[in-house]
C-alpha cells in the first residue's frame, strides 16, 4: 500500500514538472500542448513498447517445442501468480539478463538472453522468472513506460524551454509568468535532472518489489539471490551490446543493468545495488550474509 502511494506521488510529481514547463514555455496554451504531448507520448508507449523492445534486441518468440522445460516452469509459475502465461522470447546475447514487458497481464511478453539460460540452474533460473512475472502481475510495465514516457516529454520540453529563454522567450515579457526568463531557463536547467531522479527511484522501488512478490512466488528467496549474484558479476564482464540511446531508454526494463561495467552511484542508477538487493531476499530466506 506504502510503496502504490508512493508511486502515485512521484508520477504526480513528474506529471506536474510538465505542466510547469508548460506554462512557463506558453502560459496556457503551452500547459495544454505539453498535456497532450505527453497523452500522446504515453499512448504510443503504452500500446508499442513490446514490439518496440523485441525488435532493438532481435528477440524471437520461443514455441513449445523449442524449450518444453523453460515453457513449463513460466506456466506453473503462472499459475501461481494468477496470471495468463505470457509469450516468451529470446534475445541473442550472451549477457545474461531477462525482462518482461508488454501493455497488461494479457499481452505479456517474458524475454530471456542466450546468456541467462546457460549459467544458471532450475533454481536460480525459477527465481529469475518469478520476478519477472512479477512485474507483469504489478503492472510494472506500465508505471516504468508512463514514467520513462513523462520524463521523456520533460527532456524535451526542456530544451525547447532553454533555446526559447535564450531568444527572449519567444515574445514573452520578462515580468510575464512565474518568473520570466529567468524562472523559464531556470526550470529548463533543474527540471530534467529531477525528472531523471524521480524515474530512477520509481525504477528502484519496483525493483525491490518485485524481488519481494517474485520471492513468494518461487518460494526461494536465496535462489533468487544466487542468480542476481552470477548476473551482477556477469553484466560486468559481458554488458549488453546496444546505442547510448537505446540503452538509456531500456535499462530499467532487465533485472539487473546489462549496459554497465561498473557500479554507479545509487542515486542515478536504474536499479538499486545488487548488495542491498540480495541482502533483503537472504533475510526473507533467514540466510546468513
Not at 508511486?7 to 514547463?21: F, K, R
Not at 514487458?101 to 536460480?124: C, F, K, M, W, Y
Not at 510575464?176 to 529531477?194: R, Y
Not at 559481458?238 to 540511446?245: E, G, R, V
Amino acid at each position: 500500500m506504502f510503496n502504490s502511494f508512493k508511486i502515485a506521488v512521484l508520477l504526480s510529481a513528474l506529471t506536474a514538472l510538465i505542466l510547469i514547463i508548460g506554462h512557463l514555455f506558453g502560459g496556457q496554451q503551452g500547459l495544454i500542448i505539453a498535456f497532450i504531448f505527453a497523452l500522446i507520448m504515453n499512448g504510443s508507449s503504452y500500446w508499442f513498447s513490446d514490439r518496440i523492445v523485441l525488435s532493438l534486441y532481435r528477440g524471437r518468440e520461443l514455441r513449445y517445442e523449442d524449450a518444453p522445460d523453460l515453457h513449463r516452469i513460466v506456466e506453473r509459475l503462472s499459475h501461481q501468480a494468477s496470471i495468463p502465461k505470457p509469450r516468451i522470447y529470446l534475445i541473442p546475447s550472451q549477457n545474461p539478463n531477462a525482462f518482461a514487458t508488454g501493455r497488461n497481464p494479457d499481452h505479456a511478453v517474458l524475454a530471456v538472453t542466450e546468456g541467462i539460460l546457460s549459467i544458471l540452474n532450475q533454481e536460480e533460473l525459477e527465481g529469475v522468472l518469478s520476478h519477472e512475472l512479477a512485474h507483469i502481475r504489478n503492472r510494472d510495465i506500465l508505471i516504468g513506460s508512463i514514467a520513462a514516457t513523462l520524463a521523456g516529454v520533460i527532456m524535451v520540453l526542456a530544451s525547447m524551454a532553454r533555446w526559447a529563454a535564450l531568444f527572449g522567450g519567444f515574445g514573452r515579457d520578462d515580468e510575464e509568468g512565474a518568473g520570466g526568463i529567468v524562472g523559464l531557463l531556470a526550470m529548463a536547467i533543474l527540471a530534467p535532472i529531477a525528472a531523471m531522479l524521480i524515474q530512477l527511484a520509481i525504477s528502484r522501488s519496483r525493483e525491490y518489489l518485485a524481488d519481494e512478490t517474485g520471492a513468494g512466488l518461487s518460494k526461494s528467496p536465496q535462489g533468487l539471490a544466487r542468480a542476481l549474484e552470477k548476473l551482477s558479476l556477469a553484466s560486468k564482464r559481458i554488458p549488453l551490446k546496444a546505442s547510448p540511446t537505446t540503452a538509456q531508454a531500456t535499462a530499467h526494463m532487465f533485472i539487473v543493468n546489462p549496459f554497465s561495467g561498473r557500479s554507479l552511484m545509487t542515486l542515478f542508477s536504474t536499479h538499486p545495488s545488487a548488495e542491498e538487493r540480495i541482502r533483503r531476499l537472504r533475510a526473507m530466506g533467514g540466510m546468513r550474509e
